[in-house]
């Protein structure tokens, strides 16, 4: 009496486009206008575990239109600089504390435009993605992977207060659409 | 002859004080055990015990026949008949099947003072040639009452009784007694500094303002005039027996061991619990130890394994080396044929997992399989895609892997587990990564097989996790790659030993 095995994939369906692996388990929210600028908007990945990833929404200016970016700022004030987080343990202690208004960086357009980045959430931030600092255009290139501005372990019981403030991905896209249809519709001056 | 008269001359004060008959024979200082079998004719033989004083026979010389005052009644005959009584019906009800069996009394703390005065009144009354102390010239009620219930309990449980102190199987008796909290209310006055302290560490303290430990830690610093003030010595005689406030029975853990393969995609190792609310219908403890928790008839367990796979991935192969710790075993003459019984009992249930190798283990076993955690290699076989739209399988880059081993990656922790691990970057290793075609029809896919490093999070090294872990193979290919089913193929750890078909009857 043995089991027999069936090989591996077999059960895996099969499609003409699989989906990315940001698609495979997070769920994305949007932040529109972040803080009253139009069309800054920012996208949060809601892992299924509930952690965050907070990074630009395709319809930021910066990734609308591939700006090129000449810095991003971590220090936030003359006390916080978001690149000196330390978490420890199962619990992130030590964590930098982040209200969904928190600054999370500032990123420098060679254009000579600056934008804020929001946190978005309510929790503690676990990680700035480093990469950026080498690298900020990944943020133009790979907004919803590598180019992702930070992770944040959200605080649970504020969870209803940051699902307010984001809209899904349906409704986002509703915005954009709208967005466009004014653009056409003023007149050239 | 002068030691006997002496003895003779004690022997008659610890009858009128009010010892029993064991109580006696405790303070003379015999030490042989089946002297206390017959404590009467030891006495009389013994320790010239004249007729007229004979404690059983003629009660009169005495108050009346009262409680000991030394014992609380413990080792007094009918007392000791209904503790017995009720320790073999536990027992006897519980319906343990070891062999061997030590037990344990717990008396209660008034019982130190009371000990305490009656070594203060005798040592002095009596001084001890020798000049031993109290503890090594008198004999401890706990001895004497092991001595006379042993064999007794013994015959009844139809087990032996054991000295040893690695014994498996315990019964603690929980000596209770009413007056105990009156009895000990002397010491908040006798110590009343150290103990004004200790009522106010409530944190410390709380619950156990008087351990027995503690009494008798102060009881060795108290001088001898200064407790007679609070404590009459030699104590009276009591108004109540003890009681047998409670029997427990322990058996220490057995552990039962094994390898396991887990054939489904939709099954987590354990119990997957979130509010209390269950996520998955089983689960592989529950699939493989169910029915050696019931074998066992064991009050709990403790599933534990060399590592363990995702809900989603299958482990193949030989399997997974594990181990169940049951505690509280009723049962523990478990023999290979009920191990090979269980095992195709799993087989014949259940499609998605299976068990081999099942046998008993012992501790040290145990801790082997625990240790040398870091160095065990697993072998994997990973079904990947490459996931651009329009990318495909560049089969040259792909086998000129193989070649680049080691590969050492730097690992931040997944996101997938940031919830609940630190964050950390972890070093691991692919020893080995050969690729294969699948066998489905995908023209985009292909499998990946590797050997690596305990610890390495396999999905991880293949998308990179957005960049979180490098090199992953989405940058050594330079282009995206995702991974859709993962199987594990081994895991390098001989343990426990294999049980070879000659012996499965």
């Given at each position: 009496m043995t089991n027999t095995v069936e090989p591996i994939g077999f059960d895996v369906p099969a499609l003409d486009v699989y989906p990315s692996f940001t698609d495979r388990y997070f769920q994305a929210k949007y932040l529109v206008d972040a803080d009253t600028k139009v069309h800054e908007d920012h996208c949060v990945l809601i892992h299924s575990n509930r952690i965050c990833v907070v990074t630009l929404a395709p319809s930021h200016p910066v990734v609308a239109f591939q700006k090129t970016i000449s810095s991003i700022n971590f220090?936030?004030?003359?006390?916080?600089?978001?690149?000196?987080n330390i978490v420890q343990g199962k619990r992130k202690h030590g964590a930098q504390g982040l209200k969904p208004e928190a600054i999370l960086c500032e990123i420098q357009c060679e254009d000579g435009l600056k934008y804020s980045v929001q946190s978005c959430v309510h929790g503690k931030l676990i990680e700035i993605n480093e990469n950026l600092v080498k690298n900020p255009q990944l943020l133009v290139e790979k907004p919803k992977s590598d180019g992702y501005i930070a992770i944040i372990l959200p605080h649970l019981s504020k969870n209803d207060k940051f699902q307010s403030n984001l809209v899904l991905e349906e409704e986002y896209m509703k915005v954009v659409a709208e967005r466009k249809v004014k653009v056409e519709n003023v007149p050239h001056t | 002859m002068g030691e006997i008269s002496g003895n003779n001359s004690m022997l008659h004060h610890l009858i009128e004080l009010g010892c029993c008959k064991l109580c006696c024979l405790r303070y003379l200082g015999e030490r042989s055990p089946s002297a206390y079998k017959n404590p009467v004719d030891t006495l009389k033989k013994k320790?010239?015990?004249?007729e007229d004083c004979e404690v059983e026979e003629n009660p009169s010389k005495l108050k009346k026949s009262n409680v000991c005052l030394a014992c609380l009644g413990l080792l007094q005959e009918n007392l000791r008949e209904t503790v017995i009584s009720k320790i073999v019906s536990d027992v006897n009800d519980a319906d343990y099947d070891c062999q061997e069996f030590s037990c344990a009394l717990s008396m209660p703390v008034s019982f130190c003072l009371r000990t305490h005065s009656l070594n203060l009144y005798l040592m002095d009354k009596f001084p001890d040639p020798s000049e031993d102390t109290a503890e090594i010239r008198f004999v401890s009620v706990k001895d004497v009452w092991k001595w006379v219930a042993a064999s007794e309990i013994a015959d009844g449980i139809k087990k032996s009784f054991s000295q040893s102190n690695d014994c498996d199987f315990s019964i603690t008796i929980s000596i209770g007694y009413d007056d105990d909290e009156k009895e000990c209310n002397c010491l908040m006055e006798m110590h009343k500094e150290t103990y004004d302290v200790r009522k106010k560490q409530t944190r410390k303290f709380k619950d156990c303002l008087l351990s027995r430990k503690s009494v008798e830690a102060l009881l060795l610093t108290t001088k001898p005039d200064h407790f007679q003030k609070y404590y009459p010595t030699p104590p009276e005689i009591p108004n109540n027996a003890v009681k047998c406030a409670s029997v427990s029975l322990h058996h220490n853990s057995l552990y039962v061991a094994g390898r396991y393969n887990k054939f489904s995609r939709k099954l987590s190792q354990t119990p997957w619990l979130i509010g209390g609310e269950r996520l998955m219908e089983s689960s592989v403890q529950e699939l493989l130890c169910d029915r050696i928790v019931q074998l066992a008839k064991a009050q709990d367990l403790r599933f534990s394994s060399s590592g363990r796979e995702d809900v989603d991935v299958r482990m193949l192969g030989r399997g997974r080396p594990f181990f169940c710790e049951l505690i509280n075993p009723h049962r523990v003459h478990l023999e290979p044929k009920h191990f090979r019984a269980i095992e195709r009992e799993i087989l014949s249930t259940t499609k998605d997992v299976s068990a081999r190798h099942l046998q008993i283990v012992s501790k040290d076993q145990v801790a082997q399989v625990k240790t040398g955690e870091e160095e065990k290699i697993k072998i994997y076989s990973a079904y990947c895609i490459m996931s651009g739209a329009d990318a495909t399988v560049d089969w040259a880059k792909l086998e000129s892997l193989s070649s680049k081993c080691p590969i050492v990656l730097q690992q931040k922790t997944p996101i997938r587990v940031l919830h609940r691990r630190s964050l950390a970057t972890r070093e691991r290793s692919i020893f080995r990564l050969e690729v294969s075609k699948a066998e489905t029809q995908e023209p985009k896919a292909f499998v990946l097989n590797m050997a690596t490093q305990a610890g390495t999070y396999v999905k991880e090294f293949v998308h990179g996790d957005f960049g979180r872990t490098t090199p992953s193979l989405r940058d050594l290919l330079g282009s995206d790659v995702d991974i859709l089913a993962l199987d594990v193929k081994d895991i390098e750890l001989d343990w426990p030993p294999e049980i070879l078909p000659d012996n499965q009857d």
């Open positions: 220090q936030i004030g003359d006390k916080t600089n978001r690149l000196n | 320790y010239l015990l004249l």
